[in-house]
Nanobody, 115 residues
Framework: QVQLVESGGGLVQPGGSLRLSCAAS????????MGWYRQTPGKQRELVAV???????TYVDSVKGRFTISRDNAKNTVYLQMNSLKPEDTAVYYC?????????WGQGTQVTVSS
């Protein structure tokens, strides 16, 4: 019912910034939570940040103060502003959305932080 289209990934030097976007489309009720996860090959996918429909945010400790999650409810779009990027932030980032009691995943976008 929900398709998630991600964009904004790429290669950036340490200390640089990227902004990820994820737009939801399809036939669905109002989206409750939207968030970003990341995964490195061989490691478990972890929650990076999540935002509720009311704007309440939660972050993993390692990105607090550097990343900011936001959303535009009218556009059904969630953003992740990533500043002061570190090599350890390198991963595939996945968009996640919940609607009508179901969860949906984006296809993932690669973020590489390297000098």
């Amino acid at each position: 019912q929900v398709q998630l289209v991600e964009s904004g990934g790429g290669l950036v030097q340490p200390g640089g910034s990227l902004r990820l976007s994820c737009a939801a489309s399809g036939s669905f009720a109002d989206i409750a939570n939207m968030g970003w996860y990341r995964q490195t090959p061989g490691k478990q996918r972890e929650l990076v940040a999540v935002i509720s429909s009311g704007g309440t945010t939660t972050y993993v400790d390692s990105v607090k103060g550097r990343f900011t999650i936001s959303r535009d409810n009218a556009k059904n779009t969630v953003y992740l502003q990533m500043n002061s990027l570190k090599p350890e932030d390198t991963a595939v980032y996945y968009c996640r959305a919940s609607s009508g009691g179901s969860g949906y995943w984006g296809q993932g976008t690669q973020v590489t932080v390297s000098s």
